[in-house]
C-alpha cells in the first residue's frame, strides 16, 4: 500500500530551435512511465515537462526564419512539442515554459534574493562559449578536426560545430563557494546523482575545482531581464533550471511548494552537470531543499552516433507511431535499453520485438485466453476449483506476486527495463502455462471440467494483473484487454487499480462476462517496415 508520499518527477525543459526526435521522446515516455506508476500506487504525482525558450540559440532561430523569437517559441510550442505529448501518450500534470509569466516573475524574485545575500557580483569572463551548448566550454571539451568543413577550428564535442569567443562584463554567482557542501552531498547520498557512472563523473568533476558561474548576458536583450540591471539577461541555464520550482509555487504558493518540492530529475547524460551541480549550488544558495534524485539516462543512437537533427540522425516519433502505434513505441525503448545506459535505436530490432513479444507473445496470449473463455463457457470467467489445483497454477501465483514486487522495486531505483523484465515473466509463464496445460484438449472430456475451469481461471486472473502491472508502459492496448475482461464493471476503471496489490491473487471476480477482443497488436506489413 502507498504512503501518498510525494513523487514530483520531471523530465528536462527542451529548446524550442528545431522540432522534437525520438530522443526527446524516450525522455517523456520514460518519465511518464514513472509518473503513472506512481500515480496508480497511490502517491501524490505530480509530472512537469515544458520548453525552454530564451537564449542565443532560439534568437538566432527565430532570427533565420524571419521571425520574433516569442513568435517562433509561440509557433513550435503548438505545433510540435505539445502535439508530441498525445503522439507518444504522455499524462503529465503542468506544462511550463519559461516564457510564462509565473516563471519569469519567480525567477526574477530568486535571482533577487542571491543578489541580496552576496551570492552574486560583478565581473568579466572571456571563453569558449558554444551555442548549441548554451555552454562555456573548456578546451578539453572541444575538437580541432584535421579534416572537414571545420578544419582547424574548434568545434564542440557534443555538436560538432564551431565555438565562438566571447567577452563580457557578466554578473557571476558565488558557485566555487559551494565545492564542499556538494561533496558532502554526493558522500553522505550516495543516490542523488545516479546511474553511478554519471555519479562518478560528476563527484570528479567537482573535486577538480569549481569556477564560479556567469548568470548574465549583455550582448543580446532575449531573456529575463536581471532586476538591478536590466540592461543584463539571465544566463539561459540558470534561468532553466529553476522551472522545477517556479511550476510548483515557488514564490508565490508556499504550500504547494511544500507539498510538491523537492523533485526526481530526469535528464541526458550531456546535461547531468546543470542538475548534479549549478542546480543543488543554486538551492542551497537560496536557502532550499536540494532534490531528492538526478538521474541521467544515456543517449539513443542510431548509427553508433547520438540522436542529433543538427547531424541528420533525427527521428520524428511519428514514423514510429504511424506505423506501430504508441503502446508499441513507448514499450520498445523501456524494453529494449537498460535504463541509464546508451542505447541503439534499429527498424529491425523494433519490429521484431514488436512481433515476437507484443504480437505472438502478449497480444496473442490474450487473445487465445478470451477466446477460449467464450468457447467453453460461454464467455463468463469460471469458478476455480481449489481440488483441482496443482503446482503448475500455484507457479503462476507466484510468478504473479513475485513480478509485482519486482516490478515495483525496479521502478523505485528507475530501472524501468528491469521492471519490464519481470512483469513479462508473467507473460512467458503463462504462454508455457497453457501450452503445457492444453485446455483444449480438457474440454474434450466433461470429467475435466473442474480442471478446465481452473486453468481457464488461472490464466485470466494472469491477464487481470498483466493489464495492471502493465497499464503504466502501454496504456492503451491495457485498457483494451480490461474493457474485454469485463474488469471495468466488476473491479473499476484500470488506473484506479491499486497497483502494489496487483500481485495478490485472486480479485477478478469468477462469473464476470468477457467480450470479443481484437488484435492488441496487428500484424504490420513488413515491406512497410523496409
Not at 542571491?114 to 551548448?133: K, M, N, R, T
Not at 564542499?180 to 567537482?206: G, K, T, W
Amino acid at each position: 500500500m502507498s504512503d501518498g508520499a510525494s513523487f514530483y518527477i520531471t523530465t528536462p525543459i527542451f529548446y524550442v530551435n528545431d522540432v522534437p526526435h525520438i530522443g526527446h521522446a524516450y525522455t517523456e515516455v520514460a518519465a511518464d512511465v514513472l509518473a503513472r506508476w506512481h500515480r496508480q500506487a497511490g502517491d501524490d504525482t505530480w509530472f512537469l515537462t515544458g520548453t525552454d525558450e530564451h537564449g542565443q540559440k532560439i534568437l538566432r532561430t527565430a532570427t533565420a526564419n524571419g521571425m520574433e523569437p516569442r513568435e517562433w517559441a509561440d509557433r513550435l510550442v503548438a505545433s510540435a512539442w505539445k502535439p508530441l505529448l498525445e503522439t507518444v501518450d504522455i499524462s503529465n500534470n503542468d506544462f511550463i515554459r519559461t516564457t510564462d509569466e509565473r516563471h519569469e516573475e519567480a525567477v526574477t524574485r530568486f535571482l533577487q534574493k542571491l543578489h541580496d545575500d552576496g551570492h552574486i557580483y560583478a565581473g568579466e569572463y572571456e571563453g569558449y562559449y558554444c551555442v548549441g551548448c548554451e555552454e562555456y566550454k573548456q578546451r578539453d571539451e572541444l575538437d580541432e578536426p584535421l579534416s572537414g568543413e571545420y578544419q582547424g577550428q574548434l568545434v564542440c564535442k557534443i555538436h560538432s560545430r564551431p565555438i565562438e569567443i566571447l567577452k563580457e562584463k557578466n554578473y557571476f554567482f558565488r558557485m566555487s563557494a559551494f565545492a564542499q557542501q556538494l561533496l558532502d552531498l554526493y558522500e553522505s547520498r550516495p543516490d542523488f546523482v545516479q546511474p553511478e557512472s554519471v555519479r562518478n563523473e560528476i563527484v570528479q568533476f567537482v573535486r577538480q575545482g569549481l569556477s564560479d558561474l556567469s548568470i548574465s548576458r549583455s550582448s543580446f536583450d532575449w531573456g529575463i531581464k536581471v532586476p538591478w540591471d536590466p540592461s543584463h539577461v539571465v544566463y539561459v541555464w540558470f534561468d532553466a533550471l529553476l522551472n522545477y520550482t517556479t511550476a510548483v509555487g515557488y514564490g508565490t504558493d508556499q504550500e504547494l511548494f511544500d507539498r510538491r518540492w523537492p523533485a526526481y530529475h530526469l535528464v541526458g547524460k550531456d546535461i547531468a552537470r546543470f542538475h548534479a551541480v549549478i542546480w543543488p549550488a543554486m538551492l542551497m544558495a537560496a536557502g532550499l531543499e536540494v532534490p531528492h534524485k538526478v538521474f541521467g539516462h544515456g543517449w539513443l543512437l542510431v548509427g553508433g552516433e547520438k540522436m542529433s537533427k543538427s547531424k541528420l540522425t533525427g527521428i520524428a516519433p511519428s514514423q514510429i507511431t504511424d506505423t506501430f502505434g504508441s503502446d508499441a513505441f513507448r514499450y520498445y525503448f523501456m524494453r529494449a535499453i537498460s535504463f541509464g545506459q546508451d542505447g541503439s535505436f534499429s527498424w529491425e530490432d523494433l519490429s521484431a520485438r514488436y512481433q515476437s513479444e507484443l504480437a505472438n507473445g502478449f497480444g496473442n496470449l490474450a487473445s487465445r485466453v478470451i477466446a477460449m473463455l467464450q468457447r467453453y463457457f460461454g464467455g463468463e470467467v469460471p469458478e476455480p476449483v481449489g481440488s483441482a489445483t496443482t503446482d503448475a497454477d500455484l507457479l503462476i501465483q507466484r510468478t504473479v506476486a513475485d513480478a509485482a514486487a519486482n516490478a515495483d522495486a525496479a521502478i523505485s531505483r528507475f530501472a524501468i527495463h528491469d521492471a519490464l523484465a519481470a512483469v513479462w515473466t508473467i507473460v512467458d509463464e503463462l504462454n508455457g502455462y497453457i501450452t503445457e496445460q492444453e485446455p483444449w484438449a480438457l474440454a474434450k472430456d466433461d470429467a475435466n471440467r473442474e480442471r478446465l475451469q481452473t486453468v481457464l481461471y488461472t490464466a485470466a486472473e494472469g491477464l487481470r494483473a498483466l493489464a495492471v502491472l502493465l497499464s503504466p508502459v502501454i496504456p492503451k492496448s491495457t485498457e483494451s484487454l480490461w474493457q474485454a475482461l469485463g474488469a471495468q464493471e466488476a473491479l473499476g476503471e484500470l488506473t484506479a487499480q491499486p497497483l502494489r496489490d496487483a500481485g495478490r491473487w485472486g480479485q477478478l471476480p469468477a462469473g464476470i462476462r468477457v467480450s470479443t477482443l481484437e488484435a492488441l497488436f496487428p500484424r504490420i506489413d513488413q515491406a512497410v517496415v523496409a
